[in-house]
């Protein structure tokens, strides 16, 4: 067996982001010389033997045992934090551990932190059998009436450094930032977009991962309840899009540029993850159009959410759907990720989405 260098700890190993994330490091040349440990939840150790045939090690426990995650993150030399990116004191609880780890080596430990352009935990609304992930710090209260001009570049930290506290995420990614200042890791903030598309990895055909995004999957079953596909205001709000894919390639780019030193962190480590935008009333309509065709809408056009709508969906969840989101992610190409998969393939897939959303929510 070949000895041991690096030891990663990654929370959000069952999730879309982290799984695929996951998949990725077990698939990489360095996993020969990596160990990792992996955060599961008391209700997912089941599992535990899947995880354990790839050669993943696993420790139970939640974002409310701060011991554990201080632990863990005290014997990591790199940490993923892939899950619950508004939990301020599981954050601090990882940034104590890696401070020790630290103060104990004399190295500064890498931390590759999720937290999300708009999509990723924000809404109230959950996807059947799917837990909510890392929602977003540059969104805002459009409510689907008008788009942005704002556009944040991950090449202007002024820019993003604009951003007031109070926006989702932004208390932790604050904490982040501030162990970065003073020394005690490097750390390095992906920010995925509307991440599309089923994960098709090792882990989902195993039976431990889940494969379904949040966003479009929210549109298409508030669609159902409504027995129409539906649009949040006008629809004039915009939003960038990343195929799962991508997304898992660009945090194994900055994985390899974190650990060969060519990758900013800190204040200039932030990297979003988008490949193209889209209008929330383009997508509505091709939503509107698939549950037309599959017998579950009564027309192909898209008509606004009422507010009977609102009070049965969960008015939170559709003015989520209605906000801004808009950013360019440049650094992650400048250190050579490569995007593969565009907005028009996100539209290819929503009759595939509508379909499974039919066929798995009202079983």
Known sequence: MAPIDTRIF???????????????LIEHPTYEHTEIWVLIRPSKEGKIPAFRSLGVKTVLGTYDDLDLLEDQAAHADIVFAC?????LPGAQAILKGMRKKHERTGVQPLLIHTSG???????????????????????DDAKGLHSTD??????????????PPTQPHRNVDLAVLKADRDHDIKSYIILPSTVYSHAKTKLVALGVQNPRSIQIPMLIHAGLLK????????????????????VSDLFVV??????????????EGFYFGENG???????????AQALYELGKGRSPEPEPFTQEDYEHFGRRNLEYLGTNSRCRGRRGRLLGWKPKYTTEDMFKGIKFEAEYVIQHEEA
Not at 277 to 287: G, L, N, P, R, T
Request: proline share 5%; glycine share 14%.
């Open 227 to 246: 027995g129409q596909g539906g649009v949040v205001g006008k629809g004039e709000n915009i939003w960038p899009n990343v195929h799962i894919d991508d």
């Open 117 to 139: 352009t708009g999509e990723q935990g924000y809404p109230l609304y959950k996807v059947k059998g799917v837990p909510n992930e890392p929602s977003g710090v540059l969104i």
């Open 277 to 287: 935008e889209h209008k929330m009333y383009d997508v509505s309509k091709a939503i």
């Open 254 to 267: 900055v994985y390899e540029n974190a650990l060969s030193g060519r990758a900013a962190h800190g204040r």
């Open 83 to 87: 899950a619950d990116a508004d939990n």
């Open 150 to 163: 704002i556009i944040y570049d991950d090449m202007n930290p002024d820019q993003i450094h604009s951003l």
């Open 10 to 24: 990654l929370t959000g190993a069952t999730g879309y982001l982290g799984g695929s994330v996951l998949s990725r």
